[in-house]
């Protein structure tokens, strides 16, 4: 016997994976636009950070054990250089010498700094030092094309091309589109794994991140990223140590000191600052 009821449709709701964590691109503030900046970093412009590393007189000293007083072959490059404050800052350090290169998703980013400093240098030979592409494929990045008047050159990176490179609070952001912490990891990841490949041998990699201090394990981690809505990716030591080795850097130093916004932002509580110095060893 037939049953000419009509059937219930239950339609059952997506179930989030444990490792889900919010989306900055739901997130006006945190959303990039062709002409616009990432929020709040405009508030940085003409604020170098790299001199003030723990590591840069170490990073400073091995530079000119190693060229001498023959700088020209000394060679550079900064991820996530934003409006290229640091670059433009160790370019000066090093008296101009050697070759400086700066990659950045964001092209506004870029020719914000390059208006900038225009009073100060040459704005063509500024943009020269510049790149837009992703840092997790640096195989296809866009150098400025005089012509086109823009950063649509198509361009890549070899391997081992640099003697140092440096990172200054980029990590984070590389989980900016993806919605889980596997999808965020993974991203960081394969970051890490470029800055290797382009790190010529016995060259150096040094910045800093911010990472979760001891206090709270990673299910609270994950806990305390949602409440905040805070769609970054945030190690903790193990973690991050774990994926710069992966990665193929070794003889790592470290360093940690509190985050200075810790006890006036809520989502910086539990935050550190977690300096580096690591080596792409023969």
């Given at each position: 016997?037939?049953?000419?009821?009509?059937?219930?449709?239950?339609?059952?709701?997506?179930?989030?994976?444990?490792?889900?964590?919010?989306?900055?691109?739901?997130?006006?503030?945190?959303?990039?636009?062709?002409?616009?900046?990432?929020?709040?970093?405009?508030?940085?412009?003409?604020?170098?950070?790299?001199?003030?590393?723990?590591?840069?007189?170490?990073?400073?000293?091995?530079?000119?054990?190693?060229?001498?007083?023959?700088?020209?072959?000394?060679?550079?490059?900064?991820?996530?250089?934003?409006?290229?404050?640091?670059?433009?800052?160790?370019?000066?350090?090093?008296?101009?010498?050697?070759?400086?290169?700066?990659?950045?998703?964001?092209?506004?980013?870029?020719?914000?700094?390059?208006?900038?400093?225009?009073?100060?240098?040459?704005?063509?030979?500024?943009?020269k030092l510049f790149a837009q592409g992703d840092l997790r494929n640096l195989k296809d990045i866009y150098i400025w094309d005089k012509k086109r008047n823009d950063f649509s050159r198509p361009s890549k990176l070899k391997n081992n091309e640099f003697d140092l490179i440096y990172m200054e609070a980029v990590l984070h952001g590389l989980g900016h589109s993806q919605k889980t912490l596997k999808e965020k990891?993974?991203?960081?990841?394969?970051?890490?794994?470029?800055?290797?490949?382009?790190?010529?041998?016995?060259?150096?990699?040094?910045?800093?991140?911010?990472?979760?201090?001891?206090?709270?394990?990673?299910?609270?981690?994950?806990?305390?990223?949602?409440?905040?809505?805070?769609?970054?990716?945030?190690?903790?030591?193990?973690?991050?140590?774990?994926?710069?080795?992966?990665?193929?850097?070794?003889?790592?130093?470290?360093?940690?000191?509190?985050?200075?916004?810790?006890?006036?932002?809520?989502?910086?509580?539990?935050?550190?600052?977690?300096?580096?110095?690591?080596?792409?060893?023969?």
């Open positions: 016997m037939k049953n000419n009821k009509p059937q219930k449709e239950f339609k059952k709701k997506a179930k989030k994976p444990n490792d889900w964590l919010p989306d900055g691109t739901d997130d006006k503030k945190h959303t990039l636009k062709e002409n616009d900046e990432w929020f709040g970093l405009e508030k940085r412009l003409g604020q170098p950070r790299i001199l003030k590393n723990i590591f840069f007189p170490k990073v400073y000293d091995w530079i000119h054990k190693k060229y001498k007083d023959n700088l020209d072959n000394f060679s550079y490059f900064e991820a996530g250089c934003g409006h290229g404050n640091d670059l433009r800052a160790i370019k000066k350090k090093m008296d101009n010498q050697g070759r400086y290169l700066g990659v950045d998703i964001s092209k506004a980013e870029i020719l914000h700094g390059i208006e900038f400093y225009r009073k100060k240098e040459n704005t063509e030979e500024s943009k990891r993974e991203s960081a990841q394969l970051m890490l794994n470029e800055l290797y490949r382009i790190c010529k041998v016995g060259g150096k990699f040094f910045g800093r991140a911010n990472i979760f201090n001891n206090s709270i394990n990673n299910k609270q981690q994950l806990e305390f990223l949602r409440k905040t809505n805070n769609w970054r990716f945030i190690p903790d030591f193990k973690e991050l140590m774990k994926i710069l080795k992966k990665a193929g850097f070794k003889n790592i130093k470290t360093n940690l000191s509190p985050h200075k916004k810790a006890k006036k932002y809520p989502d910086k509580k539990y935050l550190l600052k977690f300096s580096f110095l690591a080596e792409k060893a023969a």
